[in-house]
């Protein structure tokens, strides 16, 4: 299997762009759909993207995701940064019926 | 609203057994595959397993393959994980999770998660 790579974390200033990467190990990024989730403290995750780019019905469209087959990567970008946002953010995706986490990214926005 | 609430979990020695449930409510439970995501205390995400509506397609993550099953029974809008030679790498919070479908892999419900602590 494959493994997903993230930056272990981030920060940026409220009202400003974040771009958290998240690097396929082997096979192409765009084989399989990636998905990006959302975890504040104390919560449960939340899926903020699905196939690579779509969001669920409620989530804010200052989040949008991408990949990009050149760096074998997918994209999740957060623009207009509010404070809500400090979260744990993970990539996912899958391969023969098994799902696949990247590490975890932890963005404070200060 | 749809709902998944866990329950099941606690305290169980190294080599126990423990079976978890999940309880969906407000949707046809049966129309959609499920799984089991778990996150050990301080760390990240970790898929377990998951199953297809009807139970015919099941996987395993290899960690656990062996040692913790999935199963569901539709007629409670239930989903299970039987889990055996429980071992401390094994303590984490366990999410049930719904997808659209086997073929869809994104989960679009979580549940609020229940902690297992495996521990003498």
């Known amino acids: 299997n494959f493994m997903l790579t993230q930056p272990h974390s981030l920060s940026e200033s409220p009202g400003e762009t974040v771009i958290i990467a998240c690097t396929r190990s082997?096979?192409?990024?765009?084989?399989?759909?990636v998905q990006w989730c959302q975890q504040r403290p104390g919560s449960s995750p939340t899926t903020l993207i699905y196939?690579?780019?779509?969001?669920p019905s409620g989530v804010p469209d200052r989040f949008s995701g991408s990949i990009d087959s050149s760096s074998n990567s997918a994209s999740l970008t957060i623009s207009g940064l509010k404070t809500e946002d400090e979260a744990d953010y993970y990539c996912?995706?899958?391969?023969?019926?098994?799902?696949?986490f990247g590490g975890g990214t932890k963005l404070t926005v200060l | 609203e749809v709902q998944l609430v866990e329950s099941g979990g606690g305290l169980v020695q190294p080599g126990g057994s423990l079976r978890l449930s999940c309880a969906g409510s407000?949707?046809?439970?049966?129309?959609?595959?499920m799984h089991w995501v778990r996150q050990p205390p301080g760390k990240g995400l970790e898929w377990v397993s998951g199953?297809?509506?009807?139970?015919?397609?099941?996987a395993h993550a290899d960690s656990v393959k062996g040692r913790l099953t999935v199963s569901r029974d539709n007629s409670r809008s239930s989903l299970y994980l039987q889990m055996n030679s429980l071992r401390s790498e094994d303590t984490a919070v366990y999410y049930c999770?719904?997808?659209?479908?086997?073929?869809?892999?994104?989960?679009?419900?979580w549940g609020q998660g229940t902690l297992v602590t495996v521990s003498s």
């Open positions: 999770a719904r997808a659209p479908s086997w073929s869809e892999n994104w989960f679009d419900t």
């Open positions: 407000g949707f046809n439970f049966g129309d959609y595959a």
């Open positions: 199953i297809s509506w009807s139970g015919t397609s099941i």
């Open positions: 082997s096979g192409r990024i765009a084989a399989n759909y």
């Open positions: 196939e690579n780019n779509r969001r």
């Open positions: 996912q995706s899958y391969e023969n019926g098994h799902q696949v």
